[in-house]
């Protein structure tokens, strides 16, 4: 069965310093990845997705991320944070049939 | 120029009532899908349609009805509200129900059950 795990509930950064996020997937089968961000009392938003066509991935806003396959993880980054990435950030693994399992979500706070 | 709309964005009622959430989305895809996302926020999917046909139905109580007049649309009806159903309904809807597929969302629907 597919799942994903995100290390860390709450991460918090200094606006202009790098974000990281971490996601770690289990699957039984070359997944499909994504991140998406979900901005206070809004709807969720794709940020980047890995179809398996090449494992660093550029999505919006300056995010992306890295598929690596020897650690299962699918970390994303970003190299400064603005005031306006604070956000929940989910990462989800596609399911066969298009159902999407979701992280349980990090909160991204950031500091001016 | 919405791309997958809800109505209505919040939604407070009591106990007992019977109550409906209506998505439509302009995408022109075939496939639709409704998610909850609790207190916590974590978010899992309910049900899915493609072409008006039910392709996922997860173990949602029987009180949850999803409704395809066409395959721009999906409604979902909840019969007989509790206290537990209180959470955010995501609609959202894909090209196909395929591996790769991305899901637009659309900005939920916040219910509240007094």
């Known amino acids: 069965a597919q799942s994903v795990t995100q290390l860390d509930s709450h991460v918090s950064v200094s606006e202009g310093t790098p974000v990281l996020l971490r996601c770690n997937y289990s699957s039984s089968y070359s997944p499909s990845l994504f991140w998406y961000v979900q901005h206070p009392n809004k709807g969720l938003q794709l940020l980047l997705k890995?179809?398996?066509?090449?494992?660093l991935v550029k999505g919006i806003n300056g995010f992306e991320a890295e598929f690596k396959k020897s650690e299962t993880s699918f970390h994303l980054t970003k190299p400064s944070a603005h005031m306006s990435d604070a956000a929940e950030y989910f990462c989800v693994v596609d399911n066969q049939g298009g159902k999407l399992i979701f992280g349980q979500g990090t909160e991204l706070s950031v500091k001016p | 120029d919405t791309a997958v709309s809800q109505t209505p964005k919040y939604l407070v009622t009591q106990m007992g009532n019977d109550k409906s959430i209506k998505c439509e989305q302009n995408l022109g895809h075939d496939t639709m899908y409704w998610y909850k996302q609790d207190s916590k926020k974590f978010l899992k999917i309910m049900f899915s349609y493609n072409n008006k046909e039910l392709i996922i139905n997860e173990t949602v109580p029987n009180r949850f009805s999803p409704k395809s007049p066409d395959k721009a649309h999906l409604n979902l009806h909840i019969n007989s509200l509790e206290l537990g159903d209180s959470a955010v309904y995501f609609c959202?809807?894909?090209?196909?129900?395929?591996?790769?597929?991305?899901?637009?969302f659309g900005p939920g629907t916040r219910l509240l059950v007094l």
């Open positions: 959202a809807s894909s090209h196909q129900a395929e591996l790769q597929e991305t899901q637009y």
């Open positions: 890995y179809t398996s066509a090449a494992t």
